[in-house]
């Protein structure tokens, strides 16, 4: 842990034209140079502050935060190894940005193994690409496509809203409806005692299914170089931010508004009080960990948007509060480290959270707001997940890409367009989008089905 020159005991409060007593007797780094001026330049006055992003050691490109945001989560929940759900599982969707109305969404990707003793009732996708065999312990309801490399076992009613593509053996007792095609290998399919509907044609060919989540050493957010960028490249003396400001917060704790910009602190956590109050659409770049005690709290004003690049490690204790649930594609969370994220106490997590390196563990009322992408996803009970998909519209405002250099892939390119011959533009099939997205009216969107499976 980083001890700052001294402890922080004044209430602080940052302006767009002031910053109000919040230094350490002895200073501190002041900060790198401007977001805007020898950093990373602006790619928009609505799309989100600009970062690089870098993966497996190398800077691929620029983008604004909204962007990243579009192409990071696209998974209500995403596992890069397994998934365990002692009790049910249950994800749908909603629009924030059109209100709390929930429908069929909220996509499940699983590269290894998935466990249960409970039903399954996933809005969008499930795709499990391991090895292990799934017993769900009553029905499964799948209203986008069903992908499974394992062999399973349905003791109840199993719907599927689009495709089912099986690897190996199904065993079902009771109905299986599958609204479009059935793909099996030959001599796999459904056993035991089925009544099977398949409202399509059924395909006897090889199936394979690819791990769903991007979980490859080139593949991943090195967030721990995104966040170097940030130490070195930020607006933190334009308001006169130090960076031990948040670091082993003590006594009466500290409130900080943050405008539009790009900041950069040592380290988040101590014993105090920390409200971090959000007026605009802001990167904040944390050194080293983030403890976020009971008293940790994140307040986001209406259009407001935080990303949150956490080095190492985020640690959460009691009721700490990050996001709004009304509009969790608002908050982002990317977090580098390797230690054990746990998500418990009184209130439902409201946010995205990217942690390819880290267990993230559910506790508590098990109900998420948001997304959340893990090395493995665990719930002791039962796990709920309201996927927004207005997360895919955070990089609308976002500048066009530059077509001076065309591009390289799809991450590149923002609004739902794809990268093809060397240049973004619209998707014309399902397969020229990142999974689970679809292509709809050439935008690579959410699948959103009928509510008819519920």
Request: hydrophobic share 35%; aromatic share 6%; net charge negative.
């Amino acid at each position: 842990m980083r001890l700052p020159s001294s402890y922080l005991v004044a209430t602080c409060i940052i302006t767009s034209f002031s910053w109000a007593a919040c230094t350490t007797s002895s200073g501190g780094e002041a900060g790198g140079a401007p977001g805007g001026a020898e950093g990373p330049g602006d790619l928009g006055d609505d799309g989100g502050p600009s970062v690089p992003v870098v993966q497996d050691g190398t800077t691929t490109h620029e983008t604004c935060t909204g962007t990243l945001a579009e192409h990071t989560f696209g998974w209500a929940l995403c596992s890069c190894e397994d998934t365990r759900v002692a009790g049910y599982l249950e994800t749908d969707s909603f629009r924030s940005s059109r209100g709390p109305e929930s429908r069929r969404g909220g996509a499940v990707g699983v590269n290894r193994d998935y466990s249960t003793a409970g039903y399954a009732d996933v809005g969008g996708t499930f795709t499990v690409a391991g090895s292990r065999d799934v017993l769900f312990g009553g029905v499964l309801k799948v209203g986008g496509d069903l992908k499974f490399a394992p062999s399973f076992d349905v003791a109840g009613v199993t719907k599927v809203g689009r495709d089912a593509w099986l690897g190996d053996t199904a065993f079902a007792i009771g109905v299986v409806d599958i609204e479009r095609d059935l793909h099996m290998p030959a001599g796999k399919g459904f056993r035991g005692v089925p009544l099977v509907n398949v409202g399509g044609t059924e395909h006897v060919e090889a199936v394979e299914i690819a791990p769903p989540c991007p979980c490859g050493a080139d593949q991943i957010l090195d967030v721990s170089a995104m966040v170097d960028d940030g130490r070195l490249h930020n607006d933190n003396a334009a308001v006169g931010l130090d960076p031990d400001a948040l670091n082993v917060v003590a006594g009466l704790g500290v409130d900080i508004a943050l405008p539009d910009g790009r900041y950069y602190v040592h380290q988040i956590g101590g014993l105090g009080a920390i409200t971090l109050r959000v007026k605009g659409r802001v990167a904040l770049f944390v050194g080293d960990d983030l403890w976020a005690s009971g008293l940790f709290r994140v307040e986001l004003d209406p259009g407001a948007e935080l990303d949150l690049f956490i080095r190492d490690n985020l640690v959460i204790a009691g009721a700490a509060k990050f996001g709004d649930e009304s509009r969790p594609a608002a908050m982002r969370i990317y977090a580098g480290g390797t230690g054990d994220i746990a998500l418990a106490g009184y209130n439902a997590f409201a946010g995205n959270l990217y942690a390819p390196e880290a267990n993230i563990a559910i506790g508590g009322v098990g109900v998420i707001y948001g997304s959340l992408f893990g090395k493995n996803i665990v719930a002791p009970g039962a796990l709920i997940a309201h996927y927004d998909e207005s997360i895919l519209e955070s990089g609308d405002d976002c500048d066009e890409p530059s077509t001076d250099g065309g591009c390289d892939e799809s991450i590149e390119c923002a609004g739902g367009q794809v990268c093809t011959e060397g240049s973004c533009g619209e998707c014309t099939q399902d397969s020229d989008c990142a999974a689970p997205l679809v292509c709809q009216d050439g935008e690579c969107t959410v699948l959103v089905t009928s509510d008819d499976l519920r």
